[in-house]
């Protein structure tokens, strides 16, 4: 679990034997008096910051570091730290771990042992090489999801299925969605899926707008009039009106699609909304 100094959050961790990480004297204080308190050691993981600027001790910080190793109530079980651009910069990635084993190294000298220590996230490990230690942490490769400029041979996980609730008829001319930003070019029959935003539909993971291959890539798509669409019934079908908090139109023209028809959308498991029910097969 992440570092945290919150007490309460200390308290959940504790109590259910979670691995806590520790990313601060004040975080290995919170742990400890919490753990001092229900009787239990927490185990926990020591978090070096060398440059994603969360959570961690920096490389200065060591004599800091050094400390919560005597904490009574915690015990160490390994070490780690994050890259922050391991999916472009293979250079910065390398740097990053020359510092953290580095760190590791003289944190060593003054405990001993450390445990297991570990760096790569699924971009470290497949764009990459060299990068891994005693383990990997793997998130999005576990989805096929993950940014590599490699091939690297993982299928994308991850559909968000409901029925269709309803089918309409309108005429050409007619505006679909907030703002009536699109409408229609002809008679068109279509499908209200219950799917949107507040699904986790449509939505990415932010960019930073000075990102300039961002920037290029939504021009290219612009250019492309790259559209979302639904699978109905096996068949692809384009979301137009755009995409609800939750509620999707559907162009489903010419087909027999009917209300209890099962629609479903390609979608990141990582973006899906925590109180959808998951089914994993």
Not at 66 to 77: A, G
């Amino acid at each position: 679990m992440r570092s945290t100094c919150v007490e309460e959050e200390a308290r959940i961790i504790a109590e259910n034997g979670a691995i806590a990480t520790i990313g601060s004297v004040n975080a290995a204080q919170t742990m400890n008096s919490i753990a001092g308190e229900l009787g239990v050691k927490v185990k926990w993981h020591l978090k070096i910051d060398t440059g994603m600027g969360r959570y961690g001790f920096l490389p200065s910080e060591i004599n800091d570091a050094v400390k919560c190793y005597s904490f009574e109530n915690l015990v160490f079980i390994g070490a780690y730290t994050h890259f922050s651009s391991a999916f472009r910069n293979a250079e910065l990635t390398k740097a990053q771990l020359v510092l953290f084993k580095d760190t590791m190294q003289q944190i060593k000298k003054e405990v001993g042992e450390v445990g297991t220590i570990h760096a790569a996230n699924s971009p470290a490990l497949l764009n990459v090489s060299d990068v891994c230690l005693d383990a990997v942490r793997i998130g999005s490769a576990f989805t096929g999801r993950v940014i590599t400029r490699n091939r690297a041979g993982l299928n994308r996980l991850g559909v968000l299925e409901a029925e269709v609730v309803d089918v309409k008829t309108v005429p050409k001319g007619y505006s679909i969605g907030y703002n009536g930003t699109y409408k229609t070019k002809r008679e068109t029959k279509i499908a209200i899926v219950p799917i949107g935003h507040y699904d986790g539909f449509g939505l990415g993971k932010e960019k930073e707008l000075y990102d300039f291959r961002y920037v290029l890539s939504v021009f290219k798509r612009f250019l492309k009039k790259q559209q979302m669409y639904v699978r109905i019934n096996g068949e692809l079908h384009y979301v137009i009106g755009g995409i609800g908090l939750s509620h999707t139109a559907v162009d489903i023209t010419g087909t027999d699609i009917k209300p209890g028809d099962i629609a479903s959308v390609d979608i990141s498991p990582l973006m899906v909304n925590p109180r959808i029910p998951r089914v994993y097969k």
